[in-house]
């Protein structure tokens, strides 16, 4: 194929002109984000089985010919591992692509494993050894070496190659409808935007707390990412997951217990002191039942864990008739879930309710049998 180096307007109009006209686009970018919170696009990797384009929008200021064919419903994008290309499509235009098509998340349903990469994926599917040495390049730098334009051109050299092979397979087993809810989250801009009122769900260490203790972490959590957000600055470098918790569990009341924190410095103190004061006594005033809670988990009794191990069973039997790996199924925890009522869950939707989820409510619901029969295992549906 050949690649393109694009780093003027009008190479990027005439490319496009010709992308157009494609079914489907192998799609990839290359970003920094170490010191900034939102993402910066450092390249864009487009090919459509033909022609590999390497956009530079370091050179380029109107990319708008570059979206109007990414955010064409009627063409494909194939993508490995969407999620992060895709927040960077939200963040530059507040929406996101449409007709995506993850590899990843294909892969799963295909056996290769939950969460491949894609050099494995290449490996397994094409049996192609890719270059891995410029994992940790600066895609910002200028001029970019040859080393990195052919590594950045082959992230969808062969992506081209991957969709269509997956497609056929999708195909073959009647599969090819299962992935549409996956690739509609992706699609989803509420799976990209920001969410400082839960973001403090995913704080390091928040199981400790209770009551007002949560209520504190969720009122700091969400004033560090608006913070964040307005300073596009890494939430951590604000203020990190253990400042968090510390002031959590030990509530300052004083500007000068706050000085005494370590992770707060006196400048950051002299803007924000007062505001995070404020925010920690709403916290320890809200009442209980206003209060944040964590997903309560019961433990099982002996009855129901013997009833886990026997949908654990059924998981099994489904990925070994599937060719999948029961972990791309559902997990363990997931199953003790669902023994205590839960039914919002992965397992219970899309391709993977039609493997598993449907024939293990059957099952709890005494409609299927697990029986053992001449040597084997056997799930009556």
């Known amino acids: 194929m050949h690649v393109h180096f694009i780093d003027n307007q009008k190479s990027l109009t005439e490319i496009c002109l010709q992308f157009a006209q494609s079914d489907f686009l192998a799609l990839d970018t290359e970003f920094v984000r170490q010191t900034t919170y939102y993402p910066i696009l450092a390249l864009v990797q487009v090919c459509d089985g033909e022609q590999i384009a390497i956009i530079d929008p370091v050179a380029i200021n109107d990319l708008s010919p570059l979206m109007t ?3 064409n419903k009627n063409i494909t994008k194939a993508i490995h591992s969407a999620r992060q290309d895709m927040e960077i499509f939200y963040y530059l235009n507040e929406s996101v692509p449409e007709a995506l098509f993850d590899t990843q998340v294909c892969a799963a349903l295909l056996g290769y494993g939950e969460q491949i990469g894609y050099a494995a994926l290449v490996k397994q599917l094409l049996n192609v050894d890719l270059d ?3 994992t940790r390049t600066d895609w910002l730098k200028r001029p970019l070496t040859q080393k990195q334009i052919d590594y950045a051109a082959d992230d969808v050299r062969y992506l081209a190659k991957l969709y269509p092979l997956q497609k056929k397979k999708l195909q073959e087993l009647g599969r090819q409808n299962w992935l549409e809810n996956d690739f509609q989250f992706l699609s989803n801009n509420s799976t990209y935007a920001p969410s400082p009122d839960t973001i403090w769900k995913k ?6 707390l209770k009551k007002q203790k949560l209520a504190i972490l969720k009122n700091l959590a969400s004033f560090r990412e608006e913070l964040a957000i307005k300073q596009n600055r890494p939430r951590r470098r604000v203020i990190t997951d253990d400042v968090l918790i510390s002031l959590s569990i030990n509530p300052a009341s004083t500007l000068s217990e706050l000085k005494e ?3 707060l410095t006196h400048k950051f ?3 924000n ?4 004061l404020s925010l920690i006594q709403e916290g320890l005033d809200t009442p209980d039942e206003d209060c944040p809670k ?6 099982l009794s002996q009855n129901e864990e013997a009833l886990a191990d026997c949908l654990m069973a059924i998981v099994h039997l489904s990925a ?3 060719n999948i790996s029961p972990r791309c199924l559902c997990s363990r925890k997931e199953l003790d879930s669902l023994i205590k009522g839960q039914r919002e869950m992965a397992m219970l939707s899309g391709w993977r309710n039609e493997l598993i989820g449907k024939h293990l409510l059957k099952f709890l619901s005494g409609n299927a049998q697990l029986s053992y029969i001449s040597g084997e295992l056997i799930f009556n549906n």
């Open 261 to 263: 924190c370590k992770g």
């Open 69 to 71: 064919v990414l955010y």
């Open 269 to 271: 103190l002299g803007y």
């Open 273 to 276: 002191g007062e505001k995070i």
């Open 320 to 322: 070994n008739n599937n």
């Open 132 to 134: 891995k040495s410029q």
């Open 294 to 299: 964590l997903p309560a988990y019961e433990k």
């Open 203 to 208: 704080t390091k260490g928040l199981n400790k």
